[in-house]
């Protein structure tokens, strides 16, 4: 069963579905205890693995016991009134399977871009171990760097998060330069792959199943991700399994 993790907050809380019922508003059934406060919703699969997490949904919409809808907007349910009193509320919106994939690529995307802009931990020569982030402008820099190597110079200038600048010998800055080029490319393909997914699915169902992470169909699996999946599989000495190790 899926798990909730709301803000901050350390507990988790079990739920039997969770998905978007309008463009601003997001249908959450609770199998047990319910939050008091409400925030930025993190997703874990049965397995205890984080999914994504879904930001701005922060107002009660609607409360309906084990059923809480939340919008992202500030809106609030409010039955209307007709001489007869309180009419029957319509029916929730049903998103299309286009809607939701649409959806589902945008998910996907923020997830992949996070974890590029998160970076890279790097061994370098003297045994120590640096972080460098990857936003774009990291990446234009770092990259920027492999003419400072290919033109020969023996200390280039760069900095690790957090870090003053110093100078790297060129075997380190070219470590650096490849495992930040294996990261962004790795991700990329990665990606593409899941979109691949996500156009093939036929149902609504299968497309609330897909999450960044999950390993993708063989059938939408690129010969370059492939390739990957063989490099990671032999740095984890066979473990057909392991994860991402960037």
């Given at each position: ?33 319910i939050p008091t406060v409400w925030g930025d919703i993190t997703i874990y699969t049965e397995d205890g693995t984080e999914a994504t997490t879904l930001t701005g949904?922060k107002t009660v919409y609607r409360d309906e016991g084990q059923t809480v809808y939340l919008s992202n907007d500030g809106s609030v349910y409010t039955a209307p ?100 080029m294996w990261h962004v490319s790795y991700h990329t393909t990665y990606c593409n792959a899941i979109n691949m997914w996500i156009a093939g699915c036929q149902t ?43």
């Amino acid at each position: 069963m899926e798990k909730i993790r709301i803000g901050t907050d350390e507990q988790l809380y079990e739920i039997k579905s969770i998905r978007p019922v309008s463009a601003n508003v997001m249908q959450i059934v609770f199998s047990g205890a319910i939050p008091t406060v409400w925030g930025d919703i993190t997703i874990y699969t049965e397995d205890g693995t984080e999914a994504t997490t879904l930001t701005g949904y922060k107002t009660v919409y609607r409360d309906e016991g084990q059923t809480v809808y939340l919008s992202n907007d500030g809106s609030v349910y409010t039955a209307p009134e007709t001489p007869d009193g309180p009419v029957e509320p319509p029916e929730p919106y049903v998103p299309t399977l286009e809607e939701l994939q649409a959806g589902k690529r945008r998910e996907v995307a923020g997830e992949c871009e996070r974890i590029i802009y998160a970076g890279i931990n790097v061994a370098l020569a003297d045994g120590s171990v640096e972080h460098y982030a990857l936003t774009i402008e990291d990446q234009l820099n770092l990259f920027g760097k492999q003419i400072q190597v290919s033109a020969g110079q023996a200390q280039i200038e760069y900095h690790a998060d957090g870090q003053p600048c110093r100078y790297y010998s060129a075997a380190d800055m070219q470590t650096i330069i490849q495992a930040a080029m294996w990261h962004v490319s790795y991700h990329t393909t990665y990606c593409n792959a899941i979109n691949m997914w996500i156009a093939g699915c036929q149902t609504a169902d299968e497309v609330r199943e897909i999450f960044y992470g999950a390993d993708v169909p063989v059938e939408y699996q690129s010969d370059v991700l492939k390739a990957y999946l063989t490099e990671i599989t032999a740095l984890a000495g066979g473990d057909s399994d392991v994860a991402d190790p960037a």
